[in-house]
C-alpha cells in the first residue's frame, strides 16, 4: 500500500475527504520525525513505538576494492511493533 491508497482508506473509514485525511496524514508523519529528532520517542499503546536507534562507528570493507573502511557511527529511525499488532498480524 502506498501513501495515496493510504490516504484513499483512511477516508473512506472515517468519512473525512482525501485532503482533510492527507493533511492530517502529512501532519502525523510530520509530528513523529520531529520527535524522533528531538531525541524523543512516539509511544502508540498497542500499536507501536517509533524510536531512534544509535549504530555505533564500525570497520567494513569496501567490496569493489577490498580496502578497510570505517564507517560512521548513525542514528537510525526504528518501529517496534505493539503486542495488538503483533497479535493481529499472525
Do not use: C, H, W, Y
Not at 12 to 29: H, S, V, W
Not at 48 to 62: C, H, P, Q, S, W
Amino acid at each position: 500500500m502506498n501513501k495515496s491508497e493510504l490516504v484513499d482508506a483512511v477516508a473512506a473509514k472515517t468519512n473525512l475527504t482525501k485532503a482533510d485525511t492527507e493533511r492530517a496524514l502529512k501532519a502525523f508523519m510530520e509530528t513523529i520525525t520531529e520527535t524522533l529528532k528531538d531525541g524523543d520517542q512516539v509511544t502508540l499503546i498497542g500499536f507501536g513505538t517509533f524510536l531512534v536507534r544509535e549504530r555505533k562507528a564500525r570497520t567494513g570493507r569496501n567490496p569493489r576494492t577490498g580496502e578497510t573502511i570505517q564507517i560512521k557511527a548513525a542514528n537510525n529511525p526504528a518501529f517496534k511493533a505493539g503486542k495488538a499488532l503483533k497479535d493481529a498480524v499472525n
